[in-house]
């Protein structure tokens, strides 16, 4: 079986640095335009179908099975309805990167987790009009269980129904129904919060799509599973 080739560090050396940062705060599922999204971009689909980690059924009914966790009772995904190249699955590192980084890959709709070994956990992802803002490295430098959303007051300002849940009014509460969902990753860059954001979604059929919102949305179930692989200060790279 073939691989796909590791992407050159030159090219991620020449990422650029932070751009369109207000916009990133939001990282909510909230209506709006669809944007011209990026097409997925399969490098390698021998690798991304055949993988020889691909989960077996019975794993994956565990893997995306309900869980209960922090008081709130996660619902299981219809895994038979997503792309199956975006379950959760260890595979050979197509990265190049050094063990414990976080790759985004966002015109494939991957992240990585590279692990010790030339091997990487893939998680598929979605990704909102803010999930093109942003691309560059920076490190995972905060990380919360349940996060509370607080929307900018410029999306307050185009949203004014979301005043309830304000910076100054305390936020959403978290819960099933919080935009940042089970978990949120937050990333900064030169010691400045990029306002770009790692967050858990139920909405399971945005996995592998560009959607209206938001910055990179993981299942809730795979959210929880790389916030336990993943500590603060871990390294992250974000390609465009």
């Keep these: 079986m073939s691989f796909e080739k590791p992407y050159s560090r030159r090219s991620f050396l020449s990422l650029s640095a932070m751009t369109a940062a207000s916009a990133l705060a939001g990282c909510a599922s909230t209506a709006g335009p ?11 689909p021998i690798n991304m179908f ?102 900018p007051n410029e999306m307050v300002a185009r949203q004014p129904e979301l005043a309830k849940y304000s910076i100054e009014n305390g936020g959403m509460e978290p819960g099933l129904k919080n935009p940042l969902g089970a978990r949120a990753l937050y990333i900064f860059s030169n010691g400045e919060d990029t306002l770009y954001r790692l967050h858990g979604n139920p909405e399971w059929r945005s996995i592998g799509k560009a959607v209206s919102s938001g910055c990179v ?24």
């Design 34 to 44: 669809p944007p011209t999204a990026q097409p997925v971009i399969a490098r390698n």
């Design 50 to 151: 055949q993988s020889p980690q691909t989960p077996s059924d019975a794993e994956l009914a565990v893997m995306y099975g309900p869980i209960e966790d922090g008081g709130f009772l996660i619902p299981a995904v219809p895994y038979q309805q997503i792309d199956p190249r975006f379950y959760r699955q260890q595979v050979v590192d197509p990265t190049g990167q050094a063990p414990g980084t976080i790759v985004v890959d966002t015109p494939s709709r991957f992240l990585y987790l590279v692990q010790p070994g030339g091997t990487a956990m893939r998680y598929g992802v979605g990704i909102g009009r803010e999930g093109f803002a942003w691309q560059g490295s920076g490190v995972i430098q905060w990380r919360q269980r349940w996060p509370r959303w607080k929307p």
């Design 217 to 240: 949305r993981l299942l809730n179930q795979d959210i929880i599973d790389l916030y336990d692989r993943v500590p603060n200060k871990a390294p992250i790279v974000v390609m465009q």
